[in-house]
């Protein structure tokens, strides 16, 4: 949804077209456990969960987001078990974004802060109301540093599509182009970051308006997009710098835009219908191939409840303290550690100060025990180098400034010759 380039890829777009018509499904190698779900049950949204997004203003778009959950004219719907994000043709000057005059008015939800997730299945089940031409729904992802609003101050100052501010779409369509949806990547880091692919429905069109469950299974090294359990595309991200930290959930609908359009004149109102939102964990207790209600973690494990910071710059400390809560006496342990940290297992304080031969991208996993249960956070802490040689890889997710300006400057060339958008 910020403003991001859309990748054109002939060969890949061919190759994917012909694979997808063959119907090729996932081989699971595992079960899921369901972790998270809001199933959309009462008749609010869950602000637990979700920020209503009022001062996004993307690509030209011609809606005003808005919180409106309450009134005759609300954008957002929680009834009868499922959510309704619903845009309206009205003229209106934005409360968001300083009276600005739009002619519609929408709903944008993110879980910035409130859920945020690192690896495992991301899910939701899905259905739209209308193909009628000029609507842009979405359910995607950004990286949890972004300088979005909500702004917790928790090192949330990274532009898009940077580390800590990349996206991925697991399902964006537009009516304009009705019979296809696009699953895409935008960062930094080129091709082994991941590209566009795009579904094409079996039965065109037709197939927005039936529920569908749209999911991306994420891992350091691999994402892959499904629509039920046809798999979509599977990329290989293990040589990207970016993707290995938390990030959060969108739920949209814009009008109109960049990749939106031309809006239908008989068009006034679009609905997206939400049934779930989900995240679950791989297990090999069961074989579930999506995100199961009666999978659910039953045992009374701790929570962690804190977000680690994920960047440090060489000769500089980095603190964090890992907090949890829990039934019973918790323990507290590092697992996985560079050689440059150190974790106090009594405070939860994890501390070191990198050298410049230490930038990179330095995996942790911090884990919090109760005896019975036992809960882990993995993520990157990527040093970036203040000067000098730096010994590490290209692929490690951090290196010398010099490296970051070729990405940047790489970056610019290829958005030179690309369109540009945000998918919404």
Same mark, same amino acid.
């Given at each position: 949804?910020?403003?991001?380039?859309?990748?054109?890829?002939?060969?890949?777009?061919?190759?994917?077209?012909?694979?997808?018509?063959?119907?090729?499904?996932?081989?699971?190698?595992?079960?899921?456990?369901?972790?998270?779900?809001?199933?959309?049950?009462?008749?609010?949204?869950?602000?637990?969960?979700?920020?209503? !997004?009022? !001062?996004?203003?993307?690509?030209?778009?011609? !809606?005003?987001?808005?919180?409106?959950?309450?009134?005759?004219?609300?954008?957002?719907?929680?009834?009868?078990?499922?959510?309704?994000?619903?845009?309206?043709?009205?003229?209106?000057?934005?409360?968001?974004?300083?009276?600005?005059?739009?002619?519609?008015?929408?709903?944008?939800?993110?879980?910035?802060?409130?859920?945020?997730?690192?690896?495992?299945?991301?899910?939701?089940?899905?259905?739209?109301?209308?193909?009628?031409?000029?609507?842009?729904?979405? @359910?995607?992802?950004?990286?949890?540093?972004?300088?979005?609003?909500?702004?917790?101050?928790?090192?949330?100052?990274?532009?898009?599509?940077?580390?800590?501010?990349?996206?991925?779409?697991?399902?964006?369509?537009?009516?304009?182009?009705?019979?296809?949806?696009?699953?895409?990547? @935008?960062?930094?880091?080129?091709?082994?970051?991941?590209?566009?692919?795009?579904?094409?429905?079996?039965?065109?069109?037709?197939?927005?308006?039936?529920?569908?469950?749209?999911?991306?299974?994420?891992?350091?090294?691999?994402?892959?997009?499904?629509?039920?359990?046809?798999?979509?595309?599977?990329?290989?991200?293990?040589?990207?710098?970016?993707?290995?930290?938390?990030?959060?959930?969108?739920?949209?609908?814009?009008?109109?835009?960049?990749?939106?359009?031309?809006?239908?004149?008989?068009?006034?109102?679009?609905?997206?219908?939400?049934?779930?939102?989900?995240?679950?964990?791989?297990?090999?207790?069961?074989?579930?191939?999506?995100?199961?209600?009666?999978?659910?973690?039953?045992?009374?494990?701790?929570?962690?409840?804190?977000?680690?910071?994920?960047?440090?710059?060489?000769?500089?400390?980095?603190?964090?303290?890992?907090?949890?809560?829990?039934?019973?006496?918790?323990?507290?342990?590092?697992?996985?550690?560079?050689?440059?940290?150190? @974790?106090?297992?009594?405070?939860?304080?994890?501390?070191?100060?990198?050298?410049?031969?230490?930038?990179?991208?330095?995996?942790?996993?911090?884990?919090?025990?109760?005896?019975?249960?036992?809960?882990?956070?993995?993520?990157?802490?990527?040093?970036?180098?203040?000067?000098?040689?730096?010994?590490?890889?290209?692929?490690?997710?951090?290196?010398?400034?010099? @490296?970051?300006?070729?990405?940047?400057?790489?970056?610019?060339?290829?958005?030179?010759?690309?369109?540009?958008? !945000?998918?919404?």
């Amino acid at each position: 949804m910020l403003i991001k380039k859309q990748l054109n890829n002939v060969v890949g777009y061919v190759f994917f077209g012909l694979v997808m018509s063959l119907g090729i499904t996932s081989q699971a190698i595992a079960g899921w456990q369901l972790e998270w779900i809001d199933d959309f049950d009462g008749n609010r949204v869950n602000k637990d969960n979700w920020t209503s !997004q009022v !001062q996004a203003n993307y690509n030209n778009e011609v !809606q005003c987001y808005t919180d409106d959950d309450t009134s005759a004219i609300k954008n957002y719907d929680v009834s009868d078990g499922t959510l309704k994000i619903i845009s309206r043709r009205q003229n209106n000057n934005c409360a968001g974004l300083n009276e600005t005059f739009k002619s519609w008015t929408s709903g944008r939800l993110n879980s910035k802060d409130k859920r945020e997730f690192l690896y495992g299945r991301i899910e939701s089940r899905i259905k739209f109301n209308s193909v009628k031409a000029g609507s842009w729904p979405a @359910f995607w992802m950004l990286e949890n540093r972004i300088n979005e609003h909500p702004s917790a101050n928790d090192n949330d100052f990274v532009g898009w599509p940077n580390p800590g501010a990349g996206e991925i779409d697991v399902w964006e369509w537009y009516a304009n182009s009705p019979h296809t949806y696009i699953t895409n990547f @935008f960062n930094t880091g080129g091709a082994q970051c991941g590209r566009e692919v795009r579904y094409n429905y079996p039965n065109g069109s037709a197939d927005v308006l039936d529920w569908h469950t749209y999911a991306m299974e994420w891992s350091s090294d691999t994402i892959e997009f499904f629509i039920d359990d046809t798999l979509v595309s599977s990329q290989d991200v293990s040589n990207c710098a970016q993707y290995k930290e938390p990030m959060f959930v969108l739920l949209n609908v814009a009008m109109g835009g960049n990749l939106g359009g031309t809006i239908d004149s008989t068009l006034n109102s679009a609905t997206m219908e939400v049934d779930y939102v989900a995240h679950c964990t791989e297990t090999t207790a069961n074989s579930e191939t999506r995100c199961n209600v009666n999978t659910v973690n039953t045992t009374d494990t701790p929570v962690i409840s804190s977000i680690a910071p994920t960047t440090v710059i060489s000769g500089e400390t980095y603190n964090y303290t890992l907090t949890a809560s829990g039934d019973g006496n918790l323990t507290m342990a590092a697992t996985v550690l560079p050689d440059w940290l150190t @974790f106090d297992s009594v405070s939860g304080r994890l501390s070191g100060t990198p050298s410049i031969n230490d930038a990179g991208s330095n995996t942790v996993t911090l884990t919090a025990s109760d005896g019975t249960g036992t809960t882990s956070q993995t993520f990157s802490v990527n040093v970036f180098a203040t000067g000098g040689s730096n010994n590490s890889s290209d692929n490690g997710g951090g290196g010398s400034m010099g @490296f970051l300006l070729m990405m940047l400057l790489g970056g610019l060339l290829l958005m030179r010759s690309a369109a540009f958008k !945000q998918p919404n």
